[in-house]
């Protein structure tokens, strides 16, 4: 746990990259990692609560709404929606997107499920195909991003939503720091679990930086352990 200790936290560290985004990092802790995620998001990331607050006040009226994951990783987020919204009698069709090739190629492997599209694409792609989602969701997403994808994530989800946009990440604290290191360190052996995960803290946004960077018409959300949320409303009413 050295490395929690000497670590500076006092600002963003956009230099450090995550092993998995190395085109040449190991394709067998890669897939290790992207199957790691379900169980870390499970206990982190919070997302049940999120569909249960956020999205399915729309699902119980019966509308099986649409939704846009937006750089789905292992594929465990809309998997996992698909199957709430099929506990609560409802279906959600959900659209998963991520340009990285080798995450398709892991999804594709999965047993598929009900619902779930993936297709190796950016929202960008999106737009120019003139789609829109009734919800656009995404997680541990933001502190990947430059400051010019970024804004280009907030422009494009702004015209791919039809009710809400919910992006979900880290807030980088050296309490999460320090949690995250320890509680990971006896798991996920042969993955880059760990390593990423101390590095997508320190590349994180605090909550203060993000609200400096939030554009207007956005709301800033906290949810405990250490997340930030950026949350639209397309015409500002709230479902």
């Known amino acids: 746990m050295l490395e929690a200790v000497a670590v500076n936290l006092a600002e963003r ?13 190991d394709p067998v802790r890669l897939d290790r990692t ?13 997302w049940h609560q999120l569909y249960r607050t956020l999205l399915r006040p729309a699902v119980v009226r019966g509308l099986n709404p649409t939704v846009l994951d937006i750089g789905f990783g292992g594929g ?10 099929a506990r ?3 279906r959600l069709r ?15 492997r999965l047993p598929p499920t009900s619902g779930v599209e993936f297709r190796c694409a950016v929202t960008a792609d999106l737009v ?10 995404s997680n541990h997403l933001l502190h990947h991003l430059s400051g010019d994808e970024f804004d280009g994530l907030i422009a494009d989800s702004r015209a791919l939503t039809r009710i809400r946009a919910v992006h979900s990440d880290i807030a980088r604290s050296l309490p999460a720091y320090l949690a995250f290191g320890a509680a990971t360190l006896p798991f996920f052996r042969g993955s880059y679990i760990r390593a990423d995960g101390l590095i997508s803290i320190r590349r994180s946004y605090t909550t203060a930086e ?8 956005w709301r800033l959300m906290t949810q405990f352990p250490a997340r930030n949320l950026l949350v639209f409303d397309q015409g500002g009413a709230h479902v």
């Open 88 to 90: 609560d009698g409802s």
């Open 34 to 46: 992207y199957a790691g995620f379900r169980a870390v998001n499970a206990v982190v990331a919070g």
């Open 128 to 137: 120019a195909e003139g789609l829109s989602f009734d919800f656009v969701v």
């Open 76 to 85: 465990d987020l809309p998997r996992a929606l698909a199957r709430w919204s």
């Open 13 to 25: 560290d956009t230099q450090a990259v995550e092993f998995m985004d190395s085109p040449n990092c």
């Open 210 to 217: 993000l609200r400096a960077v939030v554009p207007p018409g």
């Open 94 to 108: 959900i659209t998963a997107i991520d340009p990285d090739e080798r995450a398709h190629r892991f999804v594709s």
